[in-house]
């Protein structure tokens, strides 16, 4: 007997929500998605309003810009910590499945080995208190719920995304300086969402993220080094590695938050960083 499914995905113009939506009607799925506009997942009565039918929601949505997050306090607190809660209780009355996306940045970044799901949280910044927050709400609302953290989201839906930003820098600045002593796995935003329907139905913390772990000056050296040999227009004539004590922002980062993978490649392969970014620079028309 098959089980009838029919999945929400919220923050679905997000770079993540877009891509996994796109790709569940690819497959066929029955499956709908929302944006803050349409749903504000914090707010009690406009998620009951969307629970018909729903079989699974895939929460997408989130506060994910990590600077602005420390002056919007109460905005980012809302998105990440109380509409995870909100999503989590409708989901267990609706006797619905939750995966809910979480980060790396729930860790500091000082364990000095690949982090394993049950290794000690402890955000060094704002962005990750409310995404800390947002996971032991969901836990303590609904056990059941899955919770995949993922790191350095690349190669979603929008230009804000990081492949689109560094190659607008390629083709605008001469010099790019990048963090060279801040390591962690980049995540495939198309792989990441293969990922995400295989797990549907899976209960607890798993790390997802491609394989290898690298800087972000490593990715846009590999993105320079990619637009070069397509031979795009680039002003761009150095790549310079920096250290995250030169790189002024507001919110502190996590200095190495690379994960421990095991768990989640058990149930699925993952492939490592070079095939996805190469699948993703030539599956985009970024010339
Ligand atoms: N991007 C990364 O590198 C990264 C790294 C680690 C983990 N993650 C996690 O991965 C998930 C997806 O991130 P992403 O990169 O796809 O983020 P994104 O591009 O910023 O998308 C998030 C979406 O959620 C929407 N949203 C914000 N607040 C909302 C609310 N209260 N109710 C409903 N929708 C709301 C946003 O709408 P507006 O734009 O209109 O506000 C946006 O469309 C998030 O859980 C994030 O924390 C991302």
């Keep these: 007997m098959r089980f009838r499914v029919r999945i929400w995905i919220t923050g679905s113009q997000g770079q993540l929500g877009h891509v ?46 990590v600077d602005p997050a420390e002056t919007e306090r109460e905005k980012a607190f809302r998105a990440n910590a109380v509409g995870p809660e909100v999503l989590a209780l409708a989901a267990r009355e609706a006797g619905a499945r939750l995966i809910h996306i979480s980060t790396d940045y729930v860790f500091d970044g000082t364990l000095g080995r690949p982090y394993r799901e049950d290794d000690q949280t402890n955000p060094v910044n704002w962005y990750g208190q409310t995404k800390l927050e947002g996971e032991l709400r ?87 080094d990619w637009a070069k040999r397509k031979h795009l227009p680039l002003l761009c004539e150095s790549v310079v590695p920096i250290t995250a004590a030169e790189f002024l922002v507001p919110a502190p980062r996590p200095l190495s938050t690379p994960f421990d993978t095991a768990k989640i490649e058990a149930i699925l392969p993952i492939r490592s960083w070079e095939e996805a970014l190469a699948e993703c620079m030539n599956r985009s028309s970024f010339s």
Excluded at 152 to 173: P, S
Excluded at 178 to 183: E, G, H, P, R, T
Aim: charged fraction near 25%; proline fraction near 2%; hydrophobic fraction near 40%.
């Design 20 to 65: 996994l939506l796109n790709l569940l009607q690819k497959k066929g799925i029955d499956s709908f998605g929302t944006t803050r506009e349409e749903v504000d997942i914090s707010q009690e009565d406009q998620v009951r309003s969307r629970m018909k039918g729903v079989t699974h929601i895939i929460n997408a949505a989130a506060f994910a810009r």
């Design 138 to 224: 969901v836990q303590k609302a609904f056990p059941e719920a899955c919770i995949v953290r993922v790191s350095w989201v690349f190669g979603g839906h929008g230009t804000q995304q990081y492949v689109h930003a560094v190659l607008k820098m390629l083709r605008e600045k001469r010099e790019l300086r990048f963090v060279a002593d801040q390591i962690g796995r980049p995540t495939y935003a198309h792989d990441l969402a293969e990922a995400l329907i295989v797990l549907r139905d899976q209960s607890g913390i798993y790390h997802y993220a491609n394989r290898g772990a690298i800087s972000k000056y490593d990715l846009t050296c590999a993105i320079w």
